[in-house]
């Protein structure tokens, strides 16, 4: 019997190690997975029409919201400081309307780059770069080589996101 019990946990260790690897493995994206974002045409709240290109090869946050999400509204005073006083570059993407958008920043203005995108594309977007719950907000955090280092699905924690961020800078 006792054989049994350590049989039994020494696989439960091994599976425990594979999960938890397989897991590990699964956040860092390819390439290929964040290609779509520096393919797309923008839109910002003043109609001028752009791709992002010129954040390739940066550190990158990527902040997907919508005038109508609550959790989205809250958060941005909150990115707002992050991008006062980080190094890493942030960029927010409404999947929204325009004129809902430029209506939302009469009231609370965005201070990071902010760009529009259709409902479909926006949401096609966030998928392929992992929101495979479909969540608003959904923030990713992009490494120099366009690879995905987190994913943070609702309501981004600044204190963890400065974490993650620091983290980051350091080990790479």
């Not at 927010?92 to 209506?103: C, H, L, R, S, T």
């Not at 201070?111 to 959904?138: A, C, H, T, W």
Request: proline fraction near 3%; glycine fraction near 4%.
């Amino acid at each position: 019997m006792t054989n049994k019990i350590y049989l039994f946990i020494v696989v439960a260790i091994i599976a425990s190690v594979a999960g938890f690897l397989f897991h590990k493995n699964s956040l860092i994206s390819s390439t290929q997975e964040t290609d779509m974002l520096y393919q797309l045409t923008f839109e910002t709240s003043n109609e001028e029409k752009t791709n992002l290109q010129k954040y390739k090869n940066d550190w990158l946050i990527v902040n997907f919201w919508a005038t109508w999400c609550a959790p989205c509204r809250e958060e941005i005073p909150e990115l707002n400081q992050f991008h006062k006083t980080s190094k890493v570059k942030i960029i927010g993407i409404a999947i929204d309307d325009k004129e809902a958008v430029q209506k939302f920043q009469k009231k609370i203005p965005i201070r990071y780059p902010s760009y529009i995108i259709n409902d479909f594309n926006g949401v096609k977007l966030s998928q392929s770069m992992g929101n495979e719950k479909g969540v608003l907000p959904f923030t990713v955090l992009l490494n120099p080589q366009n690879n995905i280092e987190k994913l943070y699905y609702g309501k981004v924690k600044i204190l963890q996101l400065n974490q993650d961020v620091a983290n980051a800078l350091i080990q790479k």
